[in-house]
T-cell receptor, first 112, second 114 residues
Framework: GNSVTQMEGPVTLSEEAFLTINCTYT??????LFWYVQYPGEGLQLLLK?????DKGSNKGFEATYRKETTSFHLEKGSVQVSDSAVYFC???????????FGTGTRLAVRP | DVKVTQSSRYLVKRTGEKVFLECVQD?????MFWYRQDPGLGLRLIYF???????EKGDIPEGYSVSREKKERFSLILESASTNQTSMYLC?????????????FGPGTRLTVL
């Protein structure tokens, strides 16, 4: 079946450091890939998405590229801020359905 | 602005009580979902609905039921709450049949069963 594997957290960085959160997936066909973010005390919100191979999703300085050959969708940001402290979830949606499959989430803490 | 609302942010119930969690969306979405979120386990799908009065089991439906009498409202029911149902519950909605579309989430209900 479909699955998403994320690096375990927590990830602790200093402000302005470079961020990478790894995400790999297992799926048949050509799924759409998503990163969601959950700020403290809130629900999840979409951060970015990519719908086909080699697509790059980007938003708020975050980027992720859909790599079919390595089945990966790693999240990156060049310079993190304290306000980026949150839990990040990688997810996929099959081409034939409406359900999302989530990874376990990676908590990011950014120190001033 | 799209909106998914949940009836309570925090809820405390006793073992054996019947618990209702309500979710309302204002985007005319066909699909609605209930998840529970637990540390180290991420989000797990309990039930979803793709139309009024329609429902399908997710990955962990045991101990739960759902009701969807109106398109905008999706209720999660714990018939007899147990301590292992203490969790964060998240509701979401989405358009149907649009593989690139996202799910929109409510703020969550943190349920504690004593």
């Amino acid at each position: 079946g479909n699955s998403v594997t994320q690096m375990e957290g927590p990830v602790t960085l200093s402000e302005e450091a470079f961020l990478t959160i790894n995400c790999t997936y297992t799926a048949t066909g050509y799924p759409s890939l998503f990163w969601y973010v959950q700020y403290p005390g809130e629900g999840l919100q979409l951060l970015l998405k990519a719908t086909k191979a080699d697509d790059k999703g980007s938003n708020k300085g975050f980027e992720a590229t859909y790599r079919k050959e390595t089945t990966s969708f790693h999240l990156e940001k060049g310079s993190v801020q304290v306000s980026d402290s949150a839990v990040y979830f990688c997810a996929l949606k099959k081409s034939s359905g409406d359900k999302l499959t989530f990874g376990t989430g990676t908590r990011l803490a950014v120190r001033p | 602005d799209v909106k998914v609302t949940q009836s309570s942010r925090y809820l405390v119930k006793r073992t054996g009580e019947k618990v209702f969690l309500e979710c309302v969306q204002d985007m005319d979405h066909e699909n609605m979902f209930w998840y529970r979120q637990d540390p180290g386990l991420g989000l797990r799908l309990i039930y979803f609905s793709y139309d009024v009065k329609m429902k399908e089991k997710g990955d962990i439906p045991e101990g739960y039921s759902v009701s969807r009498e109106k398109k905008e409202r999706f209720s999660l029911i714990l018939e007899s709450a147990s301590t292992n149902q203490t969790s964060m519950y998240l509701c979401a909605s989405s358009l149907q049949g649009v593989v690139t579309d996202t799910q929109y989430f409510g703020p969550g209900t943190r349920l504690t069963v004593l």
